[in-house]
């Protein structure tokens, strides 16, 4: 009788593990809705404006996936860098990558191995991180980047030109007032 009684409650339990998996593959069938969100964060939107500032003749993306930009053969491996992206990618204007941009905010710290692990998948393909801890300032964009501001080329001046180019122009003006006031004189004579 108890090997009876063991044997219904056994039964028993595994009809109710089956229901609720079942039930369970209903609920995971349930769409849920989607809603829009920004793409950049409030710490990455001045980032993503200083790099444009910086860098006005490169191209700057933002959260690029990993997939954009690398590739390898195998699952596992793709695996690594599947669902990674990074924070700016910034490209020459032949649209070629110049380097990825990382912004470690507050949301990285104890986050250093992920971050190291990603920064060798970018090398492995060819790329360089450069990674900032806040907004960088104009100049170490720059800096960073190897772009630096074109002089405005300022023409010499050569003051003996410059000297005579001034006395022309005071004899022409003063040629003007002479001739104006001979003519107001013949005028004056012939009235």
């Known amino acids: 009788m ?9 039964i028993g339990v595994v009809v109710f593990v ?8 209903k609920a995971s069938k349930q769409r849920n809705p989607i809603k829009g969100k920004r793409i950049l964060t ?16 490169h191209i700057i993306l933002a959260q690029v996936a990993f997939s954009a930009f690398m590739t390898a053969k195998g699952f596992p491996t793709r695996n690594l860098f599947n669902r990674k ?3 700016f990618v910034v490209l020459d204007k032949s649209l070629n990558i110049v ?9 990285h ?5 992920k971050d190291a692990d990603r920064d060798a998948l970018v090398a492995e393909a060819g790329f360089r991180v450069i990674r900032y801890k806040r907004t960088p300032d104009f100049a170490q964009v ?12 300022v023409p010499e001046s050569n003051p003996i030109k410059e000297s005579e ?3 022309e122009k005071t004899k022409i003006i003063t040629d003007a007032f002479i001739f104006q006031s001979e003519l107001g004189e013949r005028k004056k004579l012939s009235e």
């Open 2 to 10: 108890s090997t009876l009684l063991v044997l219904i409650v056994l």
């Open 18 to 25: 089956l229901a609720t998996l079942k039930g369970d593959k």
């Open 42 to 57: 409030m710490n990455e939107q001045p980032t993503f404006f200083r790099l444009r500032e910086a860098l006005p003749e």
């Open 85 to 87: 992206a990074a924070d």
């Open 99 to 107: 380097a990825i941009v990382e912004l470690d905010d507050s949301s």
């Open 109 to 113: 710290i104890g986050k250093e191995d």
């Open 142 to 153: 720059q800096k960073d980047f190897g772009v630096f501001p074109i002089a405005q080329s």
């Open 165 to 167: 180019e001034n006395l």
